[in-house]
């Protein structure tokens, strides 16, 4: 299947600093990728729709002024979470593909202290 | 909205036996069924995914599901499970797409030699 690439696959920030997340369809172009959350032995839980070249579509709940998607290219989403506090500290994964299926990159653990 | 229940957070097995993993979907229409399968420090990977037609459907890795409408259920079974089957497993639904996937809270399968 299609490779689906995250960088960095983890870091460490301290509060109030902000953090950038790459998301790459290496293989395959995505017009729309999906960023997700994951909190520790729980399900994914979907945050934002990525899309190339316009705004990302942010699900109920999700602050889309602390989550700030940038979808540039059709190979790259990038995730910055601003002003990270500890209660941020999850998994974030992304996904790109396409309507019959996707293809999920390996994710970055934030830990924020 | 779409659902899935997994109820089983937990579940062990002898290298040998066989394997069930349980869920169940909310979804108005005929939905889009998958099971992924997430090792740690790795990305989901695609077992099998459901669409239409033939409602046993064969994956990778030797798992097959079933989607059954009138229980509103997509179980995946092997026959024989190895150690190195021991993963997290998640269903997801899509409604109408494999896009912006809803999980369940995902089933943890260990594997005892």
């Known amino acids: 299947g299609a490779v689906v690439s995250q960088h960095p696959s983890w870091v460490i920030c301290k509060s109030g600093t902000s953090v950038k997340i790459e998301c790459r369809s290496l293989?395959?172009?995505?017009?729309?990728m999906f960023w997700y959350r994951q909190f520790p032995k729980q399900s994914l839980m979907l945050m934002a729709t990525?899309?190339?070249?316009?705004?990302?579509?942010?699900e109920q709940g999700v602050e889309k002024d602390k989550f700030l998607i940038n979808h540039a290219s059709l190979t790259l989403s990038t995730l910055t979470v601003t002003s990270a506090h500890p209660e941020d500290s999850s998994f974030y994964i992304c996904?790109?593909?396409?309507?019959?299926?996707?293809?999920f990159g390996p994710g970055t653990r934030l830990t924020v202290l | 909205a779409q659902s899935v229940t997994q109820p089983d957070i937990h579940i062990t097995v002898s290298e040998g036996a066989s394997l069930e993993l349980r869920c169940n979907y909310s979804y108005g229409a005929t939905p889009y069924l998958f099971w992924y399968v997430q090792s740690p420090g790795q990305g989901l990977q695609l077992l099998l995914k459901y669409f239409s037609g033939d409602t046993l459907v064969q994956g990778i890795k030797g798992f097959e599901a079933e989607f059954k409408r009138s229980q509103s259920s997509f179980n995946l079974r092997k026959p024989s499970v190895h150690w190195s089957d021991a993963a997290e497993y998640f269903c997801?639904?899509?409604?109408?797409?494999?896009?912006?996937?809803?999980f369940g809270t995902g089933t943890r399968l260990q594997v005892t030699l």
């Open positions: 293989d395959f172009q995505a017009t729309t």
């Open positions: 990525s899309n190339e070249g316009s705004k990302a579509t942010y």
């Open positions: 996904s790109g593909g396409g309507r019959s299926e996707q293809f």
């Open positions: 997801a639904v899509g409604a109408g797409t494999a896009s912006k996937l809803t």
